[in-house]
């Protein structure tokens, strides 16, 4: 029973591989213009990436810097989502926060960049948001999600509000 089931799990790998193997590596024709067609080399880019995505990075660095900067883009939009969010106050922050001098002397957009990026720190960040209460008064969202206060805030601001939850 186990070799069936571990059969399972391997094949879909192996038939891949093979897959792969067969139209980049070795050169076949298409019977018409000499080549392997765009769709066919498609499918097994993205199951390459899907699946081997160390090896999608080795074969194909210039896609792969494709979808890295297609990654910061959205990290750029989910910081300006939640920082101009009412999770985040900068007038209330840096009053509740001020061990941040030094991060604090660099200005505006230092504050909310190192608030986004250190969400799991879970500083008091707004006063109709705070993520240890939001924890503490709605235990599902722990049992779900971990102890992340990333994480909990993500769902405040995605989730929480529209379900009525209340940030504090």
């Not at 192996?14 to 139209?23: P, S, V």
């Not at 969010?85 to 200005?107: C, H, K, M, R, T």
């Amino acid at each position: 029973m186990k070799n069936l089931l571990l059969g399972f799990m391997i094949l879909p790998s192996i038939i891949g591989l093979i897959f792969i193997n067969h139209t980049l590596l070795v050169s076949k024709s298409d019977g018409q213009s000499g080549e392997i067609t765009n769709r066919i080399v498609r499918l097994e880019l993205a199951w390459l990436a899907m699946n081997k995505p160390h090896l999608f990075k080795e074969i194909m660095p210039e896609l792969t810097m494709n979808i890295e900067d297609k990654h910061k883009i959205e990290q750029t939009i989910k910081q300006r989502e939640l920082v101009n969010s009412s999770a985040f106050d900068y007038e209330y922050f840096i009053a509740n926060n001020p061990d941040l001098i030094l991060v604090i002397a660099q200005g505006k957009n230092k504050v909310e960049q190192y608030w986004f990026e250190h969400l799991d720190e879970c500083r008091k960040s707004s006063p109709v948001f705070n993520v240890k209460r939001y924890q503490k008064k709605y235990p599902d969202i722990v049992n779900a999600l971990g102890s992340s206060c990333k994480k909990a805030t993500y769902h405040w601001f995605y989730h929480g509000i529209d379900e009525g939850r209340s940030g504090i």
